[in-house]
């Protein structure tokens, strides 16, 4: 794909092949609205929160008696809502209603003189420019605290986050990698070993130019999924010869989700951190490149599935102790090459497989141990309170048993037409490796992802 005036031309032509809109509501409202039309974007949990913030606004207001009714006059409407009476109002109230349920409580939050923005050398890319950007705070409640993921998921310590307009680290560039942490107000690492568990951040890019992959249909798209396994994410491969990054547009906006958890009674506050590497303006010789973000569950596209009913309830919890689940096949619109893959799946999974037409391309693997220097570890309760534990992190094994270190990756390099089929098949075996558990004894629900790095050739 070729950058400048091209761009807009190719997007509107892949836009008007698949019937996309040209209208786009790039607005506060009207990107919340397209995550919630494409629940495929954001973790399952993460989207239940959401969810579970806005509905009861909406329907709250929708059994409300209406004037010249047989029923009791509603009450009167506060003036923010009267001022506004619609349903974008709904979703601002139930957006501010997430933040206050699970975020908004500031007693005993930190100072920090560690700046929001640092540059460093970069790592991966010599060429490159990196930059370590840091969000929040954020308050980890304690275990014992109630909010909307102990209603939804029966999981304490927990809180999800969506952030608006987040500071990107460049205008007008290409964005060649980056990586997530997590640390304190004295800059020092938090995860498992101190009780802190990244249970995931997903970046969403949102801008007039910016077209979602999977189904073609939102003005928004997922650049960057990261668990606690914090491993390094490429847009590009710093030995191959291809030009390749992902363009970051001035008019572009930035929307940060975080599921973040203490596994402490003390409640805790933590940054987050990325870190990225890009160069400093967009080339016009690189190729764009996009992330397809394959999950089980049900499809963007309203699919059945091929491969057959799901072995995993409708919360996501595995209905067997050993089973594979496969998600519905994705059907390319581009000519590419798939540049890298990788998977993220939780304690008690053996590998994602990564299929194109059948072929296997990718064996993502994972490594179980007792801790070390990356990975999806984790510090469980399952003996301490009322959570069940996590699906990995950093200073695993504090509870004595082995749980997924890191994930492996791939470079497949494979080219890719218009038409080609790609999905994943994620493997359990609970029976192996024990999984997460609710305080009644109860599977959690586990994940089966796996993102793909496409260079365009749009």
């Known amino acids: 794909m070729r950058f400048g005036s091209a761009l807009l031309f190719t997007s509107q032509a892949a836009a008007a092949a698949i019937n996309f809109p040209q209208k786009r509501d790039l607005s506060d409202v009207g990107v919340i609205q397209a995550v919630l039309e494409n629940p495929h974007l954001v973790p399952r949990s993460s989207y239940n929160a959401l969810k579970r913030a806005i509905d009861p606004l909406v329907q709250q207001k929708d059994a409300a008696p209406k004037a010249g009714s047989d029923g009791p006059a509603a009450p009167a409407a506060p003036a923010s809502e009267a001022a506004a009476p619609n349903p974008a109002q709904d979703i601002l109230n ?272 994972g490594k179980y141990g007792m801790g070390g220097d990356g990975g999806m570890k984790k510090k469980s309760r399952r003996d301490e309170g009322p959570h069940g534990g996590g699906h990995g992190g950093e200073g695993g094994g504090m509870d004595g048993m082995e749980h997924v270190q890191e994930m492996s990756s791939c470079m497949p390099n494979s080219p890719m037409k218009k038409g080609d089929k790609l999905h994943l098949k994620v493997n359990y075996d609970l029976k192996k490796h024990p999984g997460m558990t609710n305080p009644d004894g109860s599977d959690e629900p586990v994940m089966g992802i796996a993102s793909v790095v496409l260079a365009t050739d749009l």
């Open 94 to 365: 139930g957006m501010g209603l997430l933040g206050g349920v699970i975020t908004a409580v500031t007693a005993g939050k930190p100072t920090t003189d560690i700046p929001t923005r640092q540059m460093e050398k970069a790592v991966v890319f010599p060429q490159a420019e990196r930059v370590k950007l840091r969000y929040g705070p954020y308050r980890l409640p304690s275990t014992d605290e109630t909010n909307i993921q102990t209603v939804i998921s029966n999981s304490s310590g927990m809180i999800d986050t969506y952030q608006l307009g987040v500071e990107k680290p460049c205008e007008d560039c290409m964005l060649l990698g980056l990586v997530a942490g997590m640390e304190y107000a004295d800059g020092k690492t938090a995860n498992t070993d101190t009780g802190s568990w990244l249970h995931h951040t997903v970046l969403v890019n949102s801008g007039p130019e910016v077209l979602e992959p999977n189904c073609g249909k939102a003005p928004i798209e997922d650049i960057f999924m990261s668990g606690n396994e914090r491993s390094y994410y490429g847009f590009a491969q710093a030995n191959n010869s291809m030009k390749v990054g992902y363009p970051l547009r001035k008019d572009d906006r930035l929307l940060l989700v975080n599921e973040l958890m203490s596994m402490d009674k003390e409640a805790k506050w933590v940054w987050l951190t990325l870190s990225f590497e890009y160069m400093p303006k967009i080339e016009p010789d690189y190729k764009a490149t996009k992330l397809l973000w394959m999950t089980v569950g049900p499809s963007c596209t309203g699919s059945e599935n091929p491969f057959g009913p799901s072995n995993l309830t409708d919360t996501g919890a595995p209905k067997e102790q050993v089973f594979a689940e496969n998600s519905v096949p994705w059907t390319s619109i581009y000519d590419g090459t798939v540049l890298n893959a990788g998977g993220h799946m939780h304690d008690g999974g053996i590998n994602v497989e990564i299929f194109q037409n059948e072929k296997m391309i990718c064996d993502s693997v």
